[in-house]
Every structure is written in C-alpha cells, then in structure tokens.
C-alpha cells in the first residue's frame, strides 16, 4: 500500500502538506470564529436572561413587601374594628331601635328618636335636656318682667330655683361625663317612650 517516496512524490506531498496546512488554519480560524460568534450570542442570551432573571427576582421582593404591608394594614383594621366593636353595636342597636318606632306605625318625635346606647348617656341625655329647659324657662322668666307681665318677687324666686336646679344639673352632667370619659358606661340603655 505504501509507496516509498520519490522526489517528484516528495514535493507534492509537501506541497500538499503545505497547502493542506494552510487549508487546516483556514479552517480553523473560519471555525474558531463562528465558535466565537456563537459564544458572544451564548453570552448576551445568557446575559438577557440573567437580566429578566434579576428584574423577576426585584419584582418578587417588591410584590412580598407590598403584599406584608397590606396584610399589616389589614391586621390594624381588624384590631380597629373589633375594639370599636362594642361603639359598632350600639349604634346598630339604635338603628334598629328607630326602625321599630316606624315599624310599628309610631310618628318620630324627638323623645323616641334619641336611643342612648347604655345608662349614662341616657342620664346625661336627660340632665343635658333639663338643663335647655331651665334655660329656656329663666330667658321667658326675663321677657315676662321686661314687658311688665311679672312681679319682680315672684320673678326672684322663680328665676333663684330655676338657677339652683340648673346648678345641680349641670353638676351632675359634669360628673356623667367625667365616668364616660373614664371608659364607665353603664348596662344598655332603655328603649325610648312609647309615642
């Protein structure tokens, strides 16, 4: 199978080994650049990736805090509603106090519409309404001795228990107020007068 080299063999092998080294560099560089090139696209795909990857992983964290800050928001609005829960109660126990008078043919004055929530306010609601009454009683008590319709010793003495009984009024508003103020509420209140 082998023949043994002459010259003119020799030579065409050379050049054939020359020129066959030539074409292997040449094929080497042609394929080391597109091994390249595919490489560079390799690396900016990778690069693009790891960019979404990044962005993803930036949008997840920011999703997570906004999504623990809502849930500690809505952890504050249930302490809140069920610490005002008793408020809440009483109100929709005047609600439906007012919606009774109506159901039951009532006209609404302002004596069955007013639903106190518990006994103190009830009181205070009273104290507070006989307190306007004396008011109301002492200015009628001026206009009658400015126009002459009264004495002034009946006057006197009618405007001194109206001033005695609006001190004790007022007296006893205060302290009402002062046990609200202090978180004393009393048991329920009263249903309003019938009409």
């Not at 560089?29 to 992983?57: G, I, P, S, W």
Request: charged content about 25%; aromatic content about 4%.
């Amino acid at each position: 199978f082998f023949r043994p080299l002459t010259p003119t063999c020799s030579l065409v092998a050379v050049v054939f080994c020359c020129e066959g080294s030539s074409m292997q560099h040449e094929l080497l560089n042609k394929l080391t650049l597109k091994l390249q090139a595919q490489l560079q696209k390799f690396n900016e795909e990778h690069t693009l990736v790891q960019n979404v990857y990044m962005d993803l992983q930036t949008q997840l964290q920011e999703g997570a805090k906004h999504i623990s800050e809502v849930h500690a928001k809505l952890v504050d609005h249930k302490a809140q509603l069920l610490e005002a829960g008793p408020a809440l109660n009483a109100c929709i126990m005047q609600v439906d106090e007012v919606l009774k008078i109506e159901e039951h043919g009532r006209e609404l004055t302002c004596d069955n519409v007013i639903v106190t929530g518990d006994t103190l306010s009830q009181q205070l609601l009273e104290v507070e309404s006989e307190d306007r009454a004396l008011e109301d009683l002492m200015y009628v008590l001026n206009e009658a001795l400015r126009n002459k319709d009264l004495e002034l010793q009946p006057f006197l003495r009618a405007i001194g228990d109206a001033a005695r009984k609006q001190f004790k009024c007022r007296a006893l508003a205060a302290k009402i107020r002062q046990k609200i103020a202090g978180g004393v509420h009393g048991p329920p209140g009263r249903a309003p007068p019938e009409a």
